[in-house]
């Protein structure tokens, strides 16, 4: 529903990521259950993966013509807070997504997501900069 503040700033997230940032339209997915996503194959999808947790924006990429998750995105209509934060991480633990990001009304986070931590990258970057990243 547009009326609730979070699926407004998705949808206005969703214009910048294709239009300004240059993602690819056909490798985002909005509003999914993390058993749903299409990176997973059936048998991991049944067996292992929550039911009940639904992610708000997901980005992928192609890695040898396998499909990645990219970024992962959280939607919310206040600012950043722990909780949040924590609940965006452990999507992530699923899902494995690089990248996660944090926008609100406000304010846009990005971080990179690596064997040695987080790290904080500052506002959204270009699709294409992000796959560089993974190359680095």
Known sequence: MLN?????IR????DRLCKLFLFPSQLLVKERAIHQLPHFNQNLRSKTLPKDRRIDLLAYHFEQENLRPL????CKHHKPNAAAFQQLLGYNHWI???FIAWVSQDHEGLYRI???G???LGELRPYEDLCRLLKD
């Open 96 to 98: 494995q997504a690089p």
């Open 4 to 8: 609730h503040p979070e699926e407004k």
């Open 71 to 74: 970024v992962l995105f959280e």
């Open 114 to 116: 690596s064997k040695g």
């Open 118 to 120: 987080i790290s904080y």
């Open 11 to 14: 949808q206005d997230l969703m």
